[in-house]
């Protein structure tokens, strides 16, 4: 029997796929492995439909590795007896793995098998069992191209990290740090410059043209204050001696004090001074009309 299926992985990753035979022996419909089998040897039970039939085998798996060239099949044997009866089935696959291209990139596997068996499995005809054969090569296309998605092969080219790396052992040779040891001589510039001339060039360091000059509102002293705003140096002179949970909280002052919120009770203070001015008028319109009226 020969047949093709199709697997969107290249050609390298479905190859170190099928050379795990726990992973092929996975993929293989209607298969359950045994938890205490090897995993260079497979052992389980599988259950195969043919026509009407279902028959369960118990068997193991294999695979040979192929060889180092790119056109190396890889060859799969599997052996089983049934469960219930006496018959038994041998299967040799070899697989061809090429580049594919429809109906994407990925990789054509060309199966071709041989199977001997007799009891069941022999009493089916040549057209149900190519059919389940068939069948159980598509499937398993499936299965490998699910697992190889949930379970990626260990990439083998990859690179080595920076602690794989080789550190060359120290050097034992006794006189290899003579020149960094080695005393400067009389006529080195080093030993040539005095105290005085260290001091000298100390100094030319620290000189006041090298020195960038400090910026009033950051520096200290009687002469920063009278550079700075005064109410800048007001406020960092209040702050001198008092604990940081006191400066944290105290409220900024000078031009970094919070504007004042305008007064809302302006409106109540007219409105109270209004009233009683109202009430004068009125009673002074009441006096003077009861003054007329006696005229009258």
């Known amino acids: 029997m ?11 990753t479905v190859r170190q796929a099928l050379t795990e035979p726990e992973r092929v022996a996975r993929c293989v419909p209607g298969v359950q492995l045994d938890a ?60 061809r793995l090429s580049p594919a291209t429809e109906p ?14 007799d009891g069941r499995l022999a009493e089916a005809t040549d057209r149900s069992a190519e059919s389940a054969g068939r069948r159980l090569l598509d499937r398993f296309a499936e299965n490998l191209t699910e697992d190889l998605r949930q379970r990626p092969v260990p990439d083998a080219a990859a690179r080595p990290g920076v602690f794989d790396a080789e550190v060359p052992p120290p050097s034992l040779d006794p006189h290899s740090d003579e020149d960094a040891a080695e005393p400067a001589g009389p006529g080195d510039p080093a030993d040539a410059a005095g105290p005085a001339d260290t001091a000298d060039a100390l100094d030319d360091l620290v000189s006041e043209d090298r020195v960038p000059e400090l910026r009033a509102e950051h520096a200290y002293g009687p002469e920063a204050d009278a550079a700075a705003p005064a109410e800048a140096a007001h406020a960092r002179r209040t702050m001198i001696g008092r604990s940081a949970e006191e400066v944290d909280h105290a409220p900024p002052r000078g031009r970094y004090a919070p504007v004042p919120a305008p007064e809302t009770g302006g409106t109540s203070a007219t409105l109270r001074w209004a009233a009683p001015a109202a009430a004068v008028v009125l009673a002074s319109a009441v006096v003077v009309g009861r003054v007329l009226r006696r005229r009258r």
């Open 2 to 12: 020969e047949h093709e299926v199709y697997v969107p992985f290249p050609v390298g």
């Open 36 to 95: 205490e089998a090897a995993a260079h040897r497979p052992e389980g039970r599988l259950r195969l439909r043919i026509g009407s039939s279902t028959i369960t085998y118990r068997g193991s798996l294999t695979v040979s590795e192929p060889g180092d060239g790119a056109d190396a099949a890889v060859t799969v044997e599997a052996k089983g007896t049934e469960t219930r009866g006496d018959g038994a089935v041998a299967l040799t696959l070899t697989v």
């Open 104 to 117: 994407g990139p990925g990789t054509t596997l060309s199966c071709a098998g041989t199977v001997h068996g």
